[in-house]
């Protein structure tokens, strides 16, 4: 067995409970390896490549559609929930696949879309026909209000009315995103069952889990009432940027709906049975730890969720860090956060906040003694920066619809580099999809992964601190506090406590330590102690963790 092959540290996680503080690891499959030369990755591409993921020692890899789509929003517009798009192979393909992951302890989770379809799926085809057809009421459809003009004021997040006109029916239909994405209508309990069926065809077939897209979208309200105005102080863009009016909009009715959580309970019901888990994107910039809350409390809805605090502008800071763990103690006490710095729809973390490489080490460090689960974005771990890309080269509709303002999400989705002494970094010997930047390729993986004193290397020594203590993956999290630049905390669970403290600042801080019978751990990754007189002096993103026996 080579090195490349060897089974990670998380191997052999097989208790029901996996996933809690566990580190997943997405891939977008367009972007990982492409393996024939189309320019585009595809599943054989992410099997030959595992070897790295399974190295990082993460516990499970999380990979975004790669089901049958006409790909106007890149397979996050699903027309066959049961196949594989030509462009990234086919079922055995998947098949191989999940053997290769299981073989090297990786579980495998998939991103289901099930607010939406493509407008090509054969439910949209027929329901669209006219109104009295078997899926009539599979979709949100309404009439026009008397002057012609769409059914209610909720809008789009790519932008313009929520509602498109359909000519056949003489309605129109709700899109929550693009008008090739028509909402499903949960309301109707045989487009429920459909869904389910959907996610038992992939639990059948040997999947570890979920990743369920816009999972607080799924129902509208059934009175299809007005949105009412959120005034100007409360806008944010944690969801959508900030020169779209969907943000001026207290999304009320269009989303967020209680219906919502007796379908999430059927869907925990199928899962039960396989041991299967879930993450739900909750897509809310005012409600959304909320939302984390209500969809993970208990033990028969979602297991986690993520909300977009950590993927917003605003820079990891310790009060920001401090202010929304106390806001999630107070809107989610019961609930189970997913926390992610980078992924598919986001600036890359890295360059969105400006990280040097220590920075960057400082912030994963962070994020491995957080608590909740954690989930890391393919590249994030070479250090790669958001590409800047030509108007030309978009491939994103909604960077497209918004430009130059917002240039959408192709800069963080640009291919993998593997290879540095390769004009494409080892992903494609054909033309990539998205170009790759001639500065990602000194990041390519032969040329930092084996460093050891690399930021590759400092992900797997975070990881691996991560997993060889109970209380940094399930523990309680107690006494969370900004002091000055520095967050610091105490984790408890496995008969131990571990104060963890991260200097988020490029200036030093001296602090109080945590009082006696404490040991540095963590020196691997730069973990300072403390001196004679109790205080404890960090360097410019230097970390302290200590564990003492929990009496």
Not at 6 to 13: L, M, V, Y
Not at 44 to 63: E, N, S
Not at 108 to 136: C, G, Y
Not at 380 to 389: I, M
Request: a negative charge.
């Amino acid at each position: 067995m080579t090195k490349a092959t060897e089974p990670g540290r998380a191997a052999g996680r097989q208790d029901k409970d996996w996933w809690r503080g566990g580190v997943i690891y997405q891939i977008y499959p367009r972007s990982f390896q492409d393996s024939n030369g189309d320019g585009i990755g595809d599943l054989k591409g992410i099997t030959g490549r595992l070897g790295h993921v399974a190295g990082l020692g993460v516990d499970a890899i999380w990979i975004s559609p790669f089901f049958t789509s006409p790909m106007k929003d890149f397979g996050y517009d699903v027309s066959d929930y049961r196949g594989v798009d030509p462009m990234f192979g086919t079922l055995a393909d998947f098949d191989g696949l999940l053997a290769e992951a299981h073989r090297l302890g990786l579980k495998v989770m998939i991103d289901l879309v099930l607010s939406h379809t493509s407008d090509q799926h054969e439910w949209f085809k027929e329901s669209r026909k006219d109104k009295t057809n078997p899926k009539a009421d599979w979709y949100v459809w309404s009439d026009a209000k008397p002057d012609g003009s769409p059914p209610n004021n909720w809008l789009s997040i790519f932008g313009g009315t929520a509602w498109a006109w359909d000519g056949r029916r003489m309605q129109y239909y709700l899109h929550n995103f693009l008008t090739s994405q028509p909402d499903l209508n949960f309301h109707n309990m045989d487009v429920q069952e459909a869904l389910l069926d959907v996610a038992r065809f992939w639990l059948k077939r040997g999947v570890d889990g979920f990743r369920l897209d816009t999972i607080n979208f799924y129902f509208a309200d059934k009175l299809l009432r007005d949105n009412p105005a959120l005034p100007p102080e409360e806008r944010n863009d944690l969801t959508a940027p900030a020169v779209n009016p969907y943000n001026w909009q207290r999304h009320i009715y269009s989303k967020n709906q209680p219906e919502n959580l007796d379908f999430l309970r059927r869907l925990r019901a199928v899962m039960e049975p396989y041991g299967a888990a879930a993450v739900g994107e909750v897509g809310d910039s005012q409600r959304g730890l909320e939302i984390m809350g209500e969809y993970t409390s208990g033990n028969d809805l979602m297991q986690m969720c993520y909300a977009f605090e950590f993927l917003a502008k605003a820079k990891l800071t310790a009060p920001y860090v401090a202010e929304t763990f106390t806001r999630l103690e107070k809107a989610a006490p019961e609930g189970w956060a997913c926390w992610a710095f980078s992924n598919h729809d986001v600036p890359r973390h890295i360059s969105r906040w400006g990280l040097s490489d220590i920075a960057a080490r400082a912030h994963v460090t962070l994020m491995m003694c957080l608590r909740g689960s954690a989930c890391l974005y393919q590249g994030e771990e070479l250090g790669l920066s958001e590409a800047d890309l030509a108007f030309e080269d978009l491939q994103d509709p909604y960077g497209i619809e918004f430009w130059p303002e917002f240039k959408g999400r192709d800069g963080c989705r640009t291919p993998m580099v593997w290879e540095r002494d390769n004009r494409n970094g080892g992903f494609t010997e054909g033309k990539p999809w998205l170009p790759v930047p001639p500065e990602h390729l000194p990041h390519a993986v032969n040329a930092v992964a084996a460093d050891p004193a690399g930021l590759t290397a400092h992900y797997r020594r975070a990881i691996a601190l991560r997993h060889d203590h109970e209380a940094l993956m399930t523990g309680e999290q107690d006494d969370m506090r900004a002091d000055g630049g520095v967050i610091r905390f105490v984790r408890t669970g496995g008969g131990e406590r571990i104060f963890v403290a991260v200097n988020l600042s490029d200036s030093p801080a001296v602090i109080d330590g945590p009082g006696a019978g404490w040991s540095v751990i963590g020196t691997e990754l730069g973990s300072a102690g403390p001196g004679r007189d109790g205080k404890i002096q960090l360097e410019p993103w230097q970390c302290s963790l200590l564990a003492a026996p929990n009496a």
